[in-house]
């Protein structure tokens, strides 16, 4: 998921916002509100940090006796 910020805001604060992409997050910068660039990790990510992310997914809890009208609708009410 991308985190939206202003051209002018991530110019001003690129150093912190590159310590922050090293740590796995994901900025989509505007310009006047549209989208115009991603600032993402390279894709040159350590074997170890790839391994830790697959066993931090594994392990996440799972979520059972759920209706399966109430996922469809939380699904249709993301693509909005």
């Known amino acids: 998921m991308f985190v939206e910020i202003g051209s002018y805001d991530a110019k001003t604060k690129l150093p912190e ?3 922050e992409v090293q740590g796995g997050r994901r900025y989509r910068i505007t310009l006047r509100g549209k989208p115009v660039a991603d600032l993402v990790p390279t894709g040159d990510a350590h ?4 391994r830790a992310a ?3 997914m594994r392990n996440f809890p799972k979520v ?3 209706d399966p009208a109430t996922v469809g609708d939380w699904i ?3 693509r909005r």
């Open 64 to 66: 059972r006796g759920l």
């Open 47 to 50: 074997p170890d940090d790839r």
């Open 54 to 56: 697959i066993a931090a």
């Open 17 to 19: 916002l590159l310590r």
């Open 76 to 78: 249709r009410e993301g």
